[in-house]
């Protein structure tokens, strides 16, 4: 027997001359550890081996005790292993000595194997060794690092990606250039080999543009090969793209599929959308709906006790309770000020309504108003049409024009049209009082179209005459029979604001999409609002339709952030049409030369993801 053997028995301790006497006391099947699926046997087969004098194998013990974490063991092994001469094993002493597994930390014994390793050639070694060249000798660092990269080696092909990416000065010396073009070439052999951070390099780059130009398709597929390989970063920015991104076109189908992964890796934003596809898809699953609400509820998730709490008010998936629906509309409430302008506006509703609570319009008002002034745009119309109808406070037009346009300046297209519609020649003149009411309904009596259109919002909306919802539809309907336009658009905005009505969002659809047919511009800019965004339980979003509504709107001079925002990434992107780069320039700089509140940041916005 050899004295290198002998020394290889001198190191065993008691348990592993067991492990050695019990494999060698039976009948060898096999030579081979890999065959061996017990560890010990796999461990006694190691042994054995090197009892044969194949001292080659020392190197598979110490990484079989590395990959149990038995760092102390492994260390022996290695050490052995290198001083038979093992490269492999000074490069693995080097980490145990730099990381402390098993040992203290020892940062020049760490180099010193390090250096050995890579003086016979490893390329891993040469990488690790780089970086304590760093401060000392930056050209050596990348020397070593260069050759490391060059031998195929995938994290210094990644650290070259990175290094070129920023440039490298010391002190007021440049010693590396930046070089992008570089930079990516490296990620890219990085990625190819499946190194997630190179990958998600890559899927950067092409967000950001190479040469100045974007490639969303591109940058989509290497997130999703990384987030296919289970990176985090990878799934929120897949979420994210599909969610939010007004690049890509919208796919339920993927954005459902990242935000659920998402939420599993703990991202509650994720979970929050994922639960509103879930409960407002056209087909839902409320059970998985709610479980996902009360998971982001239980982290103190405030937006989701809103949700909850709005299910409960409409009976969604749930029994129907306004006691439910108050208790979390209060927990949110009470949890943080970000989220009150959210749960006051739906409380304040419970009071208008006298759900739960006993009806009172004082103290809705207050707290729309409160909200109000917040900037809150849901509140802002309330407080409006609480001051336009003299609901817990003294009737004031000039206070509810005040509101509906706050609204309008921040883009509310049912504001401009209350503003379009009531404001500009009726309520500011006092056209709606008694007196013109006996006049119309006189008019009416000649199945005038215009006299009912007006007859039915005496009924819908003037303070002297009682409201009567049900006389309001009826001559509505008889004025849009005759095709008259303004009925088309009064009787679809008494839906939408009516949710006490079925199925009210789709009827008030149905009639602004008659009066979009006929050329009314404001309705076709809510028709393309609608498609925008689907309608729970009807239709889900149609990026198409809301192109071509957008798109008719604006043609026929109508101007909102909104519709001009999308037309522009419509056209960068085709969808819905040609890909055009010069409409969407169009479109960008309209936005540009807008005073239209966040014209200019939106603008801003598709420059920096397009251009």
Same mark, same amino acid.
């Given at each position: 027997?050899?004295?290198?053997?002998?020394?290889?028995?001198?190191?065993?301790?008691?348990?592993?001359?067991?492990?050695?006497?019990?494999?060698?006391?039976?009948?060898?099947?096999?030579?081979?550890?890999?065959?061996?699926?017990?560890?010990?046997?796999?461990?006694?087969?190691?042994?054995?081996?090197?009892?044969?004098?194949?001292?080659?194998?020392?190197?598979?013990?110490?990484?079989?005790?590395?990959?149990?974490?038995?760092?102390?063991?492994?260390?022996?092994?290695?050490?052995?292993?290198?001083?038979?001469?093992?490269?492999?094993?000074?490069?693995?002493?080097?980490?145990?000595?730099?990381?402390?597994?098993?040992?203290?930390?020892?940062?020049?014994?760490?180099?010193?194997?390090?250096?050995?390793?890579?003086?016979?050639?490893?390329?891993?070694?040469?990488?690790?060794?780089?970086?304590?060249?760093?401060?000392?000798?930056?050209?050596?660092?990348?020397?070593?690092?260069?050759?490391?990269?060059?031998?195929?080696?995938?994290?210094?092909?990644?650290?070259?990606?990175?290094?070129?990416?920023?440039?490298?000065?010391?002190?007021?010396?440049?010693?590396?250039?930046?070089?992008?073009?570089?930079?990516?070439?490296?990620?890219?052999?990085?990625?190819?080999?499946?190194?997630?951070?190179?990958?998600?390099?890559?899927?950067?780059?092409?967000?950001?543009?190479?040469?100045?130009?974007?490639?969303?398709?591109?940058?989509?597929?290497?997130?999703?090969?990384?987030?296919?390989?289970?990176?985090?970063?990878?799934?929120?920015?897949?979420?994210?793209?599909?969610?939010?991104?007004?690049?890509?076109?919208?796919?339920?189908?993927?954005?459902?599929?990242?935000?659920?992964?998402?939420?599993?890796?703990?991202?509650?934003?994720?979970?929050?959308?994922?639960?509103?596809?879930?409960?407002?898809?056209?087909?839902?699953?409320?059970?998985?709906?709610?479980?996902?609400?009360?998971?982001?509820?239980?982290?103190?998730?405030?937006?989701?006790?809103?949700?909850?709490?709005?299910?409960?008010?409409?009976?969604?998936?749930?029994?129907?309770?306004?006691?439910?629906?108050?208790?979390?509309?209060?927990?949110?409430?009470?949890?943080?000020?970000?989220?009150?302008?959210? +749960?006051?506006?739906?409380? $304040?509703? %419970? /009071?208008? =309504? @006298?759900?739960?609570?006993?009806? !009172?319009?004082? #103290? &809705?008002? *207050?707290?729309?108003?409160?909200?109000?002034?917040?900037?809150?745009?849901? +509140?802002?119309?309330?407080? $409006?049409? %609480? /001051?336009? =109808? @003299?609901?817990?406070?003294?009737? !004031?037009?000039? #206070? &509810?024009? *005040?509101?509906?346009?706050?609204?309008?300046?921040?883009?509310?297209?049912?504001?401009?049209?209350?503003?379009?519609? %009531? /404001?500009?020649?009726?309520?500011?003149?006092?056209?709606?009082?008694?007196?013109?009411?006996?006049?119309?309904?006189?008019?009416?009596?000649?199945?005038?179209?215009?006299?009912?259109?007006?007859?039915?919002? %005496?009924?819908?909306?003037?303070?002297?005459?009682?409201?009567?919802?049900?006389?309001?539809?009826?001559?509505?309907?008889?004025?849009?029979?005759?095709?008259?336009?303004?009925?088309?658009?009064?009787?679809?905005?008494?839906?939408?604001?009516?949710?006490?009505?079925?199925?009210?969002?789709?009827?008030?659809?149905?009639?602004?999409?008659?009066?979009?047919?006929?050329?009314?511009?404001?309705?076709?800019?809510?028709?393309?609002?609608?498609?925008?965004?689907?309608?729970?339980?009807?239709?889900?979003?149609?990026?198409?339709?809301?192109?071509?509504?957008?798109?008719?709107?604006?043609?026929?001079?109508?101007?909102?952030?909104?519709?001009?925002?999308?037309?522009?990434?419509?056209?960068?992107?085709?969808?819905?049409?040609?890909?055009?780069?010069?409409?969407?320039?169009?479109?960008?700089?309209?936005?540009?030369?807008?005073?239209?509140?966040?014209?200019?940041?939106?603008?801003?916005?598709?420059?920096?993801?397009?251009?």
């Amino acid at each position: 027997m050899s004295s290198n053997t002998n020394s290889f028995f001198a190191l065993f301790s008691s348990k592993e001359r067991n492990v050695f006497n019990n494999f060698n006391s039976k009948l060898i099947k096999s030579n081979y550890h890999e065959d061996y699926k017990n560890p010990d046997e796999k461990l006694g087969c190691l042994f054995y081996n090197c009892s044969l004098g194949n001292l080659q194998y020392i190197y598979d013990i110490a990484m079989f005790y590395h990959s149990t974490k038995n760092y102390k063991e492994a260390l022996k092994w290695f050490d052995f292993s290198a001083k038979e001469g093992n490269i492999e094993s000074n490069y693995q002493l080097g980490l145990y000595y730099l990381y402390g597994n098993g040992v203290d930390i020892d940062n020049k014994i760490a180099f010193e194997n390090f250096k050995k390793a890579a003086e016979a050639g490893n390329i891993k070694a040469k990488y690790q060794l780089s970086f304590s060249y760093k401060e000392s000798d930056i050209k050596k660092s990348l020397e070593l690092l260069t050759e490391s990269a060059n031998g195929g080696y995938v994290c210094a092909q990644f650290q070259l990606g990175l290094y070129f990416e920023e440039g490298i000065k010391k002190e007021d010396n440049v010693i590396l250039e930046q070089d992008l073009k570089r930079a990516f070439n490296y990620y890219l052999i990085a990625a190819n080999k499946n190194k997630i951070e190179a990958i998600n390099k890559i899927g950067i780059f092409y967000e950001r543009g190479i040469d100045g130009k974007k490639n969303f398709i591109e940058s989509i597929r290497w997130f999703k090969k990384s987030a296919d390989l289970g990176n985090r970063y990878a799934i929120n920015k897949m979420a994210n793209y599909f969610s939010e991104e007004p690049a890509i076109q919208k796919n339920k189908e993927m954005e459902l599929k990242y935000l659920l992964l998402s939420s599993k890796n703990g991202n509650l934003l994720s979970t929050y959308k994922a639960a509103k596809i879930l409960r407002d898809n056209i087909k839902p699953n409320y059970q998985d709906a709610l479980k996902l609400f009360q998971e982001a509820v239980e982290k103190n998730y405030t937006p989701a006790m809103n949700e909850i709490g709005y299910m409960y008010e409409k009976g969604i998936g749930v029994p129907q309770s306004y006691e439910k629906a108050v208790e979390y509309f209060n927990k949110a409430l009470t949890n943080t000020e970000k989220a009150n302008k959210f +749960s006051t506006f739906y409380i $304040a509703s %419970f /009071y208008e =309504k @006298g759900y739960y609570f006993d009806k !009172n319009y004082e #103290k &809705a008002l *207050e707290m729309y108003e409160e909200e109000a002034k917040k900037k809150h745009i849901n +509140s802002q119309k309330k407080a $409006a049409y %609480f /001051y336009e =109808k @003299g609901l817990g406070t003294t009737q !004031n037009f000039r #206070k &509810a024009k *005040e509101y509906y346009q706050d609204a309008a300046n921040f883009e509310n297209l049912f504001a401009k049209l209350h503003l379009e519609t %009531f /404001y500009e020649n009726r309520y500011t003149t006092g056209f709606y009082n008694q007196t013109n009411f006996l006049i119309i309904q006189d008019l009416a009596k000649n199945n005038n179209a215009s006299a009912l259109c007006e007859l039915a919002t %005496f009924h819908d909306r003037a303070t002297e005459i009682p409201f009567n919802l049900e006389e309001a539809i009826k001559y509505y309907l008889q004025s849009a029979e005759q095709g008259f336009v303004d009925a088309y658009v009064r009787l679809a905005l008494l839906y939408y604001e009516n949710d006490s009505i079925k199925d009210n969002i789709i009827l008030a659809f149905n009639w602004f999409l008659k009066a979009a047919e006929k050329d009314h511009v404001l309705s076709q800019a809510i028709i393309g609002g609608f498609y925008e965004k689907g309608i729970q339980g009807h239709f889900n979003q149609n990026p198409i339709m809301a192109f071509n509504w957008f798109l008719k709107a604006a043609n026929n001079n109508f101007f909102s952030v909104r519709s001009h925002f999308y037309l522009a990434m419509c056209y960068r992107e085709g969808i819905g049409t040609n890909r055009d780069i010069n409409e969407c320039k169009k479109y960008i700089e309209i936005l540009k030369q807008s005073t239209a509140n966040k014209s200019a940041m939106k603008a801003n916005d598709l420059q920096k993801y397009y251009f």
